[in-house]
C-alpha cells in the first residue's frame, strides 16, 4: 500500500479538536512510515519548522507541490498516484485533518481485499444518520434516519455499501485509472476550482457500479466537531 498525505496551511480557519501536527502524528502511529509520501503544499513557518523536524526524526519521503487550494492538491496527488504507482497497488489518500485508530491499517487491507474495484474509507460520516450531532443530512437519505444498503463482515470489521465520502479514501490505482474521466469530470473543471466535488464524483461512481465501503463503526473521523464520526469520543484519541 501507498499513502498520499496532503497537507496545507490554506484550508479554512475552522474549529477542530485536533491541530495538523496532531492529525499527522497519530496518522504515524497507525501507519508504517514507509508506505508514507507526504505532498506539502502552502505551510506556515510554524508548520514548516515542526514538520521539518518530524521528516528528519522519521525519515518519511516528502514531495513539495504548488497547489494552493484543496482542489488543486487533490488533483496532484492523483496524477503523482497514476504515474508512480503500479496498476494493482493500494493508494490510501489522506487530508490533513483527521484522526485514525490504531487497527486502522489492518481493517483497511480487509475491505480492499472483499472485492476489486471498489473504494474505501475508514470514516463513517455523520451526514448519513439524522440525528442532532451533525445538522446537515446527505440529500440520499430518507426519513427513516440512514441509507439503503448492504452491510458486509470482514475478518474483524463491518462495513455499509455508502453513497459517498470525503477525500480520504483508498482504492487501487487500476480502478482510478477505469474511473479518469468521472475524477477528471468532477476535480479539473478548470485552474481557479477550489473546492473538488467529490460528493458528485461518488454518486457518479455509484451510477457506474462501483461500490463505496465505510466501517461500522468508523475507524477514523475527520476533527471538526459537527462532523466527528458517532459513538466514539475521538477527544481521547
Not at 123 to 143: A, T
Request: proline fraction near 4%; hydrophobic fraction near 35%; aromatic fraction near 12%.
Amino acid at each position: 500500500m501507498k499513502i498520499l498525505y496532503r497537507i496545507s496551511d490554506g484550508s479554512y480557519n475552522k474549529q477542530k479538536i485536533a491541530n495538523k501536527e496532531k492529525c499527522l502524528t497519530n496518522f504515524i502511529s497507525c501507519f508504517p512510515t514507509r508506505e508514507i509520501i507526504l505532498l506539502v503544499d502552502k505551510i506556515n513557518q510554524d508548520t514548516k519548522i515542526w514538520l521539518e523536524e518530524l521528516i528528519i526524526d522519521t525519515g518519511i519521503k516528502t514531495e513539495y507541490i504548488t497547489g494552493g487550494s484543496s482542489a488543486q492538491s487533490f488533483r496532484i496527488a492523483l496524477e503523482y498516484a497514476i504515474n508512480n504507482f503500479d496498476d494493482n497497488e493500494i493508494v490510501y489518500f489522506v487530508e490533513d485533518d483527521y484522526l485514525h485508530l490504531q487497527n486502522s491499517r489492518k481493517i483497511l487491507l480487509e475491505g480492499m481485499s472483499y472485492s476489486n474495484g471498489i473504494y474505501l474509507s475508514l470514516y463513517d460520516c455523520p451526514d448519513k444518520y439524522r440525528s442532532e450531532h451533525c445538522p446537515y443530512v446527505n440529500p440520499k437519505i430518507d426519513n427513516s434516519g440512514g441509507e439503503v444498503t448492504r452491510v458486509i463482515i470482514t475478518k474483524s470489521h463491518h462495513f455499509k455499501i455508502s453513497n459517498s465520502t470525503t477525500l480520504t479514501f483508498a482504492t487501487r490505482i487500476n480502478t482510478l485509472k477505469e474511473d479518469w474521466e468521472v475524477w477528471k469530470k468532477w476535480c479539473f473543471v478548470d485552474n481557479s476550482q477550489i473546492h473538488p466535488h467529490d460528493y458528485e464524483a461518488f454518486l457518479e461512481l455509484g451510477e457506474r457500479g462501483r461500490s463505496l465501503l465505510t466501517p461500522i463503526p468508523s475507524l477514523s473521523t475527520h476533527t471538526e466537531p459537527l462532523w466527528l464520526a458517532p459513538l466514539i469520543d475521538w477527544r481521547k484519541i
